[in-house]
């Protein structure tokens, strides 16, 4: 009952985006204007119908129905609960259905939100958001069906793939996909500005909203991606420039620089067609790494269940979806440019550096993604482009990228310099040099690459810090009572998020540059080194999980002076329903440090394989891109609070 | 400049290097390793000069695993990235450049083994392209420059602050909204209605089309009291198969040139999957019985199983034994065209196959088998696939279902209705159909796990529809259920002469011990002493049983006759088959 | 129109160009665009040098080039393993196939005792095989995967390879022209 109700609602819904995307023309060439605030009630059902739909798949899971097909391949009753909910988005289908949910959940979002937009142009991005809903749904109803009935009934199903039982399953894909799907709604208004052939500073406040939501949570679906990478595949690392990292990083990069020149937009009025584009840019790259995720036309470690035909679906959707739109915009796009004058020395042209930059990386990395692909296809040379080629490329644009973030914040709008600018920058530079040469006093085999690094984050470390105590300190200075006031409204989004990058790249240098690595056969009570560390392998024993059987290692770590400082407990798990193995890392996080093991093969008599890593701050890169995160939640949420403000003053 | 700085500044200063030499003394700490450790794979593969054996993991670092997904040989555990790092190692120690170990691993593996591609023709692109943008895009930035000029003219758009813009933009929407529904009240009653009813019309007619209507009421908490059931009934039957395995050891041991006791291994270990023990023990039985054709079929089966599905030389010849004997030996037959299968040889397979599938029931395991082997075969040789005509489902079987009408307990007029248009359906119906009452009948049978009766019939349906494994279980709960002797007589009869599986068989041999006294002796019991014997291959205890009945017989009687006939067939052959009645 | 915006859609069509053709290919089922072409091709076979198994099945000790058993014609050399199943799978092609051409067997990472198991059961298509078991004579000849089958021409360069299993569809449509190839 509940799920042909689910598959009904599903049904229901594909037919309102359809006429949620019509309306609004007929809406805007007739007289029947009501048909506008119609597609935003519409957008509403559209969303609760998805959302019921959801729920009786998620429904399904719980009570391990497997005449649904989708349940009887990818769940088995013995499953813990939390893994048969996670479950349902475990796999092409469900997951489908979750991209769609959250798109509804978006245009619904709009709907309700941003009340002082004109109603006409509300109308039409939701219009635009129902065309992109309705060729998911056709896509997910009659190609992929999650509510797909089987006529043979299995006693249970066929489990799910151990990797995925894991807790990384139930937040990595929706928070990604809130990112993903965040960028369809950039996308929506930039092509109804198109449409309209108007864009202007409103436009732009309106969109920024919805893009650093998008931002936010595509920054927090890559690093969960990233954590769960480093966890779970037991090889210690957190990037592997793989083609599916690389779709995601694409439209982030995208992304980041849509943020920033939307910007321009907002105070300047400038940079409008370029907005309009990377708008259409980000969300097609987004449909592009959802593409090379579930086409298989790139093997990827991470890919789950590939499939050729649903790729040339998904390419069909891209086509329909953003084709159009880029001939609008060779089209109109000519239109929206206004050339207002632009100095060196300005706020502008930092952000269009950061543009440009972000920009060159992203089609670094689309080269190097489809390189090996367009040449097999046009030569039949099968070459692989792996991380050396990004580390040579995509880090010097990214280096560069932080000199900008350096400069940036300290220039002004039209023309000039943040007061002390110049004294900022002769400091940090001052921090920097020294940092570098004691580092190069202390250990003279770091490579030039290395000591850059170094050098270059402490100076964007340190112009960060200086620069937001110069300001407050004159802030101070120059106001009295309403100092906290003034000092709220200072742009912390941007500050933490810049502060977050800082962080992030302490750990990205630390563990690359002094990570640790020991690898040993090892017996019960003998003893490995990492680093000043020494390990002891205590023991090992067997351990009943809820659905599977584990080895588990007992690993004592002892520091310089043979203290015992903590314990790892790597382990082997062997899933029977799934007749697979797992490796789960042990892990122990210090703020400073991770201990890493990895428990590999063996028995009694030979020893076991053991691997150990020592990685210094791998853990800031987390909480560097939970900072960078926050930073664009802090500003979206000064956004929407001041929309409130403004509007209650309104109506006062 | 620095000695103006606030107190915090000159705070942060200090924490700043505090951090920063807290990461040194990390760094001091560790160098030392970095150079002695400098981490190698196994301890085994370590380069004993620590620059070499850095070199060795920044080059392994650089080559792609062939055999992953997406993983350098430095990460990989895969045979060949541990080959590759050695071979990388060696190269080193030989004194060669990476450049020209690069080289070289690229000459056997080609350029796709290289992480970092080479700078070559075809890379011109991807290496010169990340300069390309860099120069596009400065040109077009430069453009901007040069196009502007530097006076800031107050635009209008800047003056207009934000709240006024909205001040307007909400009035607007305001008034689009009341001078709009007027007129929209004015046109539309109709489309007010039509609307959400087009909608609902549209979404239940493609709804109807892709969705499983019929499948509204089906509730999965139904299955789960099932699915509990069949998995307790897995790990009894799994005890079960365990403990007749250890019996049939102990009897092995005690009697090892007991050719039951060695049939009885052989079954018992197919059951619990230890096929060494099967395939002695059927080696065993072969000796004992002097080479009887069941058991030949059996073996050759077995060794296949063994060997991965190829059928073995050794299970070749076997089959060709057992088909010189017995034209129609269902396990020889498959065999047989699986082994012409794998010699290429697709046609004759494909006859073979034809050839068992005359034989065996539509829906059993094997025929399933058969049909994927034949469509596979068919489409390697690329001729049409040939149509298989199956043994039709014996009429009896509506008997049993008609018979127990109540037990299945359905609804009258629907199952009166699909029995007396039995005749007419498909084949693939039929089946359906008795599936569909057998699961009914096992339902209801569940309830009263005493009825005997019930349980042969069970047994019996199940076996129509060549669900042996489900028809050995099923004589297994009428073993249960078991109230008199003549009942233990007809469940004997009906695993000897009826089913006679393996684990029937097995069944029928350890009933036959459990009866005792006058019975014994009695005709019924004696034939199928022998029947037993005959059906496990030993000849002579067969001959030696039936003999006793003949003689205590009126040689006149037409059983007598038949029994004569059964007694000479056995004694002139070999193998212990009977003649076609 | 400016020419600048319409290079956003002109690389959206390559690259969507790009992407269907190549899925396209994969529907297609395009075995060959699978494997990796081995850059050996047209170029003289490496060393074999390798313990070679006698008919007794016990391992010798001394090396020799297993090239030498063949002269002047052309040969097979297919790498193999007694625990890998595809090779069990081909073992009775390679049967029938060892009758119109020599072929010599290379047992990667094998033991002499499960080897001659593997060669009762599935038969001995092989004039000489040798034993590489530290995979280094693997490695010279580019091999990834087990099996593989490498075709020599007379003069003893190779003149095709197929990773996987090789049965009578690859061998008619991937050596047999190769060998005609050869003699014109």
Known sequence: MIVELGHFCLVLAFVLSLSQSVFPIFASNSNFKQLHSITLRMSLLNAFCVALSFMSLIWAFIVSDFSVSLVAEHSHSSKPMIYKISGTWGNHEGSLLMWILILSIFGAGLALTQKTMPISQKSLILGIQGSIGSAFLAFSLFTSNPFKRLSNIPLNGNGLNPVLQDIGLALHPPTLYVGYVGLSLAFSFAVAALLTNSFDKNWARYMRVWVQIAWCALTLGIGLGSWWAYYELGWGGWWFWDPVENASLMPWLAATALLHSVIVVEQREQLKSWTVLLAIIGFSLSLLGTFIVRSGLLTSVHSFASDPTRGLFILGILIISIGPPLILFAIRGPKLKTDGPLVLVSRETALIANNFLLICAAIVVLIGTFYPIALEVATGIKITVGPPYFDATFNPIMGLLLIIIGIGPFMIWRQGLTPKAKHIWTISVGISLLTTFIFIQANTSLSIGALAGISTVTWLGATIICGLVIKVRTLKRNSKSD?????????????????????????ALGESVFKNESVARMHIGEEIQIGAEKAKLKSIFTRAGSNYEALVATLYIFDGQDNHIGTLYPEKRIYPVERQTTTEAGIRHELTHDYYAVLGDGNQTDGYTIRLYRKPFVSWIWFGIILMASGAAVSALTKFNNHKKSLKALQS | MMFKLSLIVKLFIVLFFLTIVSFINDKIDISGFLVKNASAITAEEMLSDPILEKRARNISAKLRCLVCQNQSID???????????????????????????????????????????????????????PLLILAIGILLIANLFSSSKINFPKSSSDTKVFPELMTITCKQNKNDTEKNSVRYTQISTISRLALPVLILLLSVGIYLSIGSPDLIDY?????????AQAENELLEKNQLALKSFEEAKKRVEKNPDSLSAQFMLA??????????????????????SEGDSRIKSQLAETLTRQANGQVTKAASNLISEVLKHDRKDIRALYLRG??????????????????????????????????????????????????????????FNIGVLKREKNLINVDNNTFEKKLSQFATLSQNEQNQFIQQMTRRLLENLRQ??????????????????????????????????????????????????????????QIAGSQLSKISGELKNSFSVKFLQGEYAR???DKKQAIRHWSDILNRMPTESNQAKTLQTYINSLENTSYGLLPNQ | MNIRFLLPIGIFLALVTISAVSMLSMLNGDQASKQLPSPLIGKKAPDLILAPLNTTLSTSQKK??????????????????????PCQKEAPFLNKLSNKIPIIGVAYKDRSDELAIFLERFGDPFIKIGFDNDGKTAINWGVYGIPETFLISNEGKIIARHAGEITNEVFNSLFIPSIQEMIR
Not at chain 2, 222 to 227: A, F, S
Not at chain 2, 373 to 384: F, R
């Open chain 1, 483 to 507: 100092f906290w006031q003034r000092l709220i409204r200072l742009q912390w989004g941007m500050w933490v998020a810049h502060f977050g990058i800082v962080i992030f790249l302490i750990g």
């Open chain 2, 75 to 129: 990460e990989s555990d895969a045979e060949l990235a541990v080959d590759l790092r050695r071979q990388v190692r060696e190269y080193l120690e030989d004194g060669m450049t990476n450049k020209q170990i690069f080289k070289a691993l690229a000459e056997k593996y080609g350029e796709f083994v290289l992480l970092s591609p080479t700078f070559q023709p075809a890379t011109y692109l991807l290496w010169g392209a």
């Open chain 2, 219 to 227: 509730s999965p908490s139904d299955d789960n009291t099932l699915r």
């Open chain 2, 267 to 288: 079954a018992t270990a197919s059951q619990i999957g230890s096929i060494e023990v099967e395939i002695s023990a059927l080696k065993k039985a072969l000796l004992l």
């Open chain 2, 338 to 395: 699986l082994e012409l299968f794998q010699k290429g040889e697709l046609t004759d397979a494909i006859s073979y196959w034809k050839f068992t599938a005359e034989r065996i029931l539509p829906n059993s395991p094997l025929a399933d088998k058969i049909r994927a082997d034949v469509e596979q075969a068919a489409e390697l040789a690329k001729i049409e696939i040939p149509n298989l005509t199956f043994s039709s489902v014996p009429a």
């Open chain 2, 448 to 505: 009263q796990p005493d009825n005997f009766d019930g349980w042969l019939k069970l047994a019996q349906a199940y076996l129509s529809i060549s669900n042996f494994d489900l028809a050995d279980d099923a004589l297994i709960s009428a073993i249960n259920a078991l109230s008199s002797e003549e009942q233990r007589i007809s469940l004997i009869e009906f695993a000897l002469l009826s089913h006679s599986s393996p684990k029937s068989i």
């Open chain 2, 535 to 537: 059906q496990i291959g």
């Open chain 3, 64 to 85: 020799s080039d297993l090239k030498q058993s063949v002269e002047n014609e052309p040969f097979l050399v297919n790498f193999f393993a007694s625990w890998c199943a």
